[in-house]
């Protein structure tokens, strides 16, 4: 089967004096039936490419399928009279939600079969709410202070746009409120009467906080806060006391709060400190036991330069006067402080792993000194789970790593000992000593060490024969620390080392290490990889012809890049969700989330300087007449994040571009009607789909025949 070719339209781009055609432009049209046409196309194309991969497909997939507890329960988590907890079923591709009313103050104890808890009253089932629809996901879920009402939404297309509903908990049955078009965040005053949610404009920019009376039609919701400038986004939301409504603002480097008593939601929202261009806060509430007026506010903030942040206080009558709690360190980027009765749990992170430490609150003071919770594996990720309860003598943590499967503790503050709740169950014979983790450097060409985690079978020697594969994202400060994958196991068992590259642009190192990615610094992200890419080769670690690179939406991005800088160095490139054709994106403000990434990216359309970086960097600007390695490139039709067409243009352009005898490798796999930016949504056809990916990462890294199909 000939790979399709896309027919082309002529389109100048004229900007800064600079012609470009482009002419796949036409992609952008998504009701264009030659659109869809052309997608099928590939999609046939991808599955007749990748038909001889059907049967390790399969296997990939029966071990995910085999090695996961299909029936099972989260560890419940207290709030007020009720345990609150999720379970599966097996068989079911959704969480059914449920509550049992609590009798003590330690969980449930878990069955082993996973099975309901005796007198359990299940709140929302996702397998029936999802009857009759192909793509399912929540977004809102908040149960209203009294416990007796849910608000919560639902989206059937996977283009993140919610219809919220009201569920009457004590007869199970919905009310007749239904707000169709609605975000994520949503908010109930004290009196269970009124509740706050957020709206997006054109751009799927969240911009507008309603409020809306239980019983009354969403025409008469009352619109409380717009904001108008389009860099902005916002979210509502309460603060662990409950005592504040929270309306929060940011744009990618400035932030503004606004908090209103929720027992008054009719009054006005009153700003903590008016916005100031390139200062990032967020605020916490402590409530005094006795005295409201002596109530605090915990501010993590960046002013002054502080760019690792500091820990302030503030008195609640006067929210924008904030003293010192703990000083910036260039050490320590601070994450989080969240309130609690009697103490503050403090998120932070240091020397590229996070970190969580609980600090007294003695006579109504915040204290400097905590204690931080130790771990002592010698990479990992840990951070503040559950923990709604405001007045608690335990800490609910989160913990996990390469080798160590996700698992839930409860820190007891009172004598500083963890108690392991559950660890996330991994059958089929399942053994974390047969598993090495370890931290490896790369240096980049200015000269900056990049960490990498890395794992891998015990006893694999660094003699350059194994199978690698390389993953990184490299935006927004987003940090990809160190997690557990049962999918992994697959490629692990099969002989692959997996690494996570701690590129420049993501958060892992610290404030600075965004920066030194970001804007006109954007370059290092992607340089930073290919570093790391010749780090693992040059270690031994990657065989030099069966590296594989990973990365999705902004790593998509990345992806492209790598695969233009080095086409060489790769035996493969999966790019999910890619974002891939960046500037033609980033110069059109009408395109969802355009003008709010101006401030990660640049605004082309304004400073020359930004577009002829961008231009020279954006993957599908840059295809040349190359041999490139074989590429897959995944995406979904309703993408809100990520348009389709960028990868869909891209690909058309390597196709047309790269030497005689590269398309046959290049791929392209569309989900046409039910996905969006994460993928499929029913956790079975994840699987698929996650088997589809490892199988064509085997694939492109040359394990084929009975290497590829029998694991360790």
Same mark, same amino acid.
């Given at each position: 089967?000939?790979?399709?070719?896309? *027919?082309?339209?002529? #389109?100048?781009?004229?900007?800064?004096?600079?012609?470009?055609?482009?002419?796949?432009?036409?992609?952008?049209?998504?009701?264009?039936?030659?659109?869809?046409?052309?997608?099928?196309?590939?999609?046939?194309?991808?599955?007749? &490419?990748?038909? %001889?991969?059907?049967?390790?497909?399969?296997?990939?997939?029966?071990?995910?399928?085999?090695? @996961?507890?299909?029936?099972?329960?989260?560890?419940?988590?207290?709030?007020?009279?009720?345990?609150?907890?999720?379970?599966?079923?097996? %068989?079911?591709?959704?969480?059914?939600?449920?509550?049992?009313?609590?009798?003590?103050?330690?969980?449930?104890?878990?069955? $082993?079969?996973?099975?309901?808890?005796?007198? $359990?009253?299940?709140?929302?089932?996702?397998?029936?709410?999802?009857?009759?629809?192909?793509?399912?996901?929540?977004?809102?879920?908040?149960?209203?202070?009294?416990?007796?009402?849910? &608000?919560?939404?639902?989206?059937?297309?996977?283009?993140?746009?919610?219809?919220?509903?009201?569920?009457?908990?004590?007869?199970?049955?919905?009310?007749?409120? $239904?707000?169709?078009?609605?975000?994520?965040?949503?908010?109930?005053?004290?009196?269970?009467?009124?509740?706050?949610?957020?709206?997006?404009?054109? !751009?799927?920019?969240?911009?507008?906080? =309603?409020?809306?009376?239980?019983?009354?039609?969403?025409?008469?919701?009352?619109?409380?806060?717009?904001?108008?400038? $389009?860099?902005?986004?916002?979210?509502?939301?309460?603060?662990?006391?409950?005592?504040?409504?929270?309306?929060?603002?940011?744009?990618?480097?400035?932030?503004?709060?606004?908090?209103?008593?929720?027992?008054?939601?009719?009054?006005?929202?009153?700003?903590?400190?008016?916005?100031?261009?390139?200062?990032?806060?967020?605020?916490?509430?402590?409530? =005094?036991?006795?005295?409201?007026?002596?109530?605090?506010?915990?501010?993590?903030?960046?002013?002054?330069?502080?760019?690792?942040?500091?820990?302030?206080?503030?008195?609640?009558?006067?929210?924008?006067?904030?003293?010192?709690?703990?000083?910036?360190?260039?050490?320590?980027?601070?994450?989080?402080?969240?309130?609690?009765?009697?103490?503050?749990?403090?998120?932070?992170?240091?020397?590229?792993?996070? %970190?969580? !430490?609980?600090?007294?609150?003695?006579?109504?003071?915040?204290?400097?000194?905590?204690?931080?919770?130790?771990?002592?594996?010698?990479?990992?990720?840990?951070?503040?789970?559950?923990?709604?309860?405001?007045? @608690?003598?335990?800490?609910?943590?989160?913990?996990?790593?390469?080798? @160590?499967?996700?698992?839930?503790?409860?820190?007891?503050?009172?004598?500083?000992?963890?108690?392991?709740?559950?660890?996330?169950?991994?059958?089929?014979?399942?053994?974390?000593?047969?598993?090495?983790?370890?931290?490896?450097?790369?240096?980049?060409?200015?000269?900056?060490?990049?960490?990498?985690?890395?794992? #891998?079978?015990?006893?694999?020697?660094?003699?350059?024969?194994?199978?690698?594969?390389?993953?990184?994202?490299?935006?927004?400060?987003?940090?990809?620390?160190?997690?557990?994958?049962? !999918?992994?196991?697959?490629?692990?068992?099969?002989?692959?080392?997996?690494?996570?590259? =701690?590129?420049?642009? %993501?958060?892992?190192?610290?404030?600075?290490?965004?920066?030194?990615?970001?804007?006109?610094?954007? *370059?290092?992200?992607?340089?930073?990889?290919?570093?790391?890419?010749?780090?693992?080769?040059?270690?031994?670690?990657?065989?030099?012809?069966?590296?594989?690179?990973?990365?999705?939406?902004?790593?998509?991005?990345?992806?492209?890049?790598?695969?233009?800088?080095?086409?060489?160095?790769?035996?493969?490139?999966?790019?999910?969700?890619?974002?891939?054709?960046?500037?033609?994106?980033?110069?059109?403000?009408?395109?969802?989330?355009?003008?709010?990434?101006?401030?990660?990216?640049?605004?082309?359309?304004?400073?020359?300087?930004?577009?002829?970086?961008?231009?020279?960097?954006?993957?599908?600007?840059?295809?040349?007449?190359?041999?490139?390695?074989?590429?897959?490139?995944?995406?979904?039709?309703?993408?809100?994040?990520?348009?389709?067409?960028?990868?869909?243009?891209?690909?058309?352009?390597?196709?047309?571009?790269?030497?005689?005898?590269?398309?046959?490798?290049?791929?392209?796999?569309?989900?046409?009607?039910?996905?969006?930016?994460?993928?499929?949504?029913?956790?079975?056809?994840?699987?698929?789909?996650?088997?589809? !990916?490892?199988?064509?990462?085997?694939?492109?890294? *040359?394990?084929?025949?009975?290497?590829?199909?029998?694991?360790?």
């Amino acid at each position: 089967m000939k790979p399709p070719v896309a *027919k082309t339209q002529p #389109h100048e781009r004229v900007q800064h004096g600079d012609h470009v055609q482009d002419p796949y432009y036409w992609f952008l049209d998504k009701d264009d039936k030659d659109v869809r046409t052309y997608l099928e196309a590939e999609n046939a194309f991808t599955a007749a &490419a990748t038909d %001889g991969q059907a049967a390790l497909r399969e296997r990939i997939f029966q071990e995910i399928k085999g090695r @996961t507890k299909e029936t099972d329960l989260s560890v419940p988590t207290r709030k007020g009279d009720w345990w609150h907890y999720a379970r599966t079923e097996e %068989g079911k591709q959704y969480s059914i939600h449920c509550r049992l009313a609590a009798t003590g103050p330690n969980p449930p104890e878990l069955p $082993e079969d996973g099975s309901a808890l005796p007198g $359990e009253q299940v709140l929302l089932d996702g397998n029936a709410l999802a009857e009759g629809h192909d793509f399912f996901s929540f977004g809102a879920f908040d149960i209203s202070p009294d416990d007796r009402l849910l &608000a919560y939404s639902t989206d059937f297309d996977g283009d993140e746009r919610y219809t919220l509903r009201i569920r009457d908990l004590e007869t199970g049955q919905d009310l007749t409120d $239904e707000i169709p078009n609605t975000h994520y965040s949503t908010a109930w005053a004290a009196d269970n009467s009124v509740f706050f949610y957020t709206t997006v404009d054109e !751009a799927w920019r969240p911009y507008r906080v =309603h409020r809306h009376a239980i019983g009354t039609p969403a025409e008469q919701d009352v619109l409380v806060f717009e904001e108008p400038d $389009e860099r902005f986004w916002l979210g509502v939301g309460l603060s662990r006391s409950e005592k504040y409504l929270e309306i929060s603002l940011g744009s990618k480097i400035t932030s503004e709060s606004r908090l209103l008593r929720a027992d008054d939601p009719t009054g006005e929202f009153r700003v903590v400190k008016e916005r100031q261009t390139g200062v990032e806060y967020a605020v916490d509430h402590w409530a =005094h036991p006795t005295d409201s007026d002596r109530d605090v506010l915990l501010v993590v903030h960046n002013s002054d330069g502080k760019e690792n942040f500091e820990l302030a206080t503030a008195p609640i009558t006067a929210p924008g006067e904030w003293t010192p709690l703990l000083a910036h360190d260039p050490a320590v980027r601070l994450l989080d402080a969240e309130a609690f009765a009697d103490h503050f749990v403090l998120e932070y992170r240091k020397d590229g792993l996070t %970190g969580v !430490a609980v600090h007294p609150i003695v006579d109504g003071v915040p204290s400097a000194q905590g204690s931080p919770i130790a771990f002592d594996e010698p990479i990992y990720s840990v951070g503040t789970g559950s923990n709604p309860e405001y007045t @608690t003598d335990r800490v609910r943590i989160g913990y996990g790593s390469m080798v @160590t499967p996700s698992s839930v503790y409860d820190y007891d503050i009172a004598n500083g000992t963890l108690t392991l709740l559950k660890r996330q169950p991994v059958l089929g014979g399942f053994d974390p000593e047969q598993y090495e983790q370890r931290r490896v450097w790369a240096v980049a060409e200015d000269g900056t060490r990049i960490p990498i985690s890395v794992v #891998h079978r015990k006893g694999l020697q660094p003699d350059s024969t194994a199978p690698c594969l390389l993953y990184g994202y490299g935006s927004y400060e987003a940090s990809m620390d160190p997690y557990f994958s049962v !999918a992994r196991l697959s490629l692990l068992d099969r002989g692959f080392v997996f690494a996570i590259a =701690h590129i420049r642009g %993501g958060g892992e190192m610290g404030r600075f290490w965004y920066e030194q990615g970001k804007l006109l610094h954007k *370059k290092n992200t992607f340089t930073d990889f290919v570093a790391c890419g010749r780090a693992m080769v040059a270690e031994g670690w990657a065989a030099p012809d069966r590296l594989v690179a990973r990365g999705g939406s902004a790593g998509g991005l990345l992806m492209g890049a790598i695969a233009n800088l080095a086409p060489d160095l790769w035996a493969g490139v999966l790019a999910e969700v890619p974002f891939v054709d960046a500037l033609n994106t980033i110069l059109d403000p009408s395109l969802p989330l355009t003008v709010m990434e101006w401030d990660e990216w640049g605004n082309p359309l304004e400073s020359a300087e930004v577009y002829q970086y961008m231009k020279e960097y954006s993957p599908y600007e840059n295809v040349a007449a190359v041999a490139y390695p074989p590429i897959l490139a995944r995406t979904s039709v309703n993408d809100t994040r990520v348009g389709y067409h960028e990868p869909a243009k891209w690909i058309a352009r390597l196709r047309a571009t790269a030497l005689n005898g590269q398309s046959k490798d290049i791929l392209l796999k569309t989900e046409i009607e039910s996905a969006g930016h994460g993928g499929k949504s029913g956790r079975y056809d994840a699987w698929h789909e996650e088997a589809f !990916a490892l199988a064509w990462v085997c694939g492109a890294a *040359k394990l084929d025949g009975p290497a590829a199909e029998e694991s360790q």
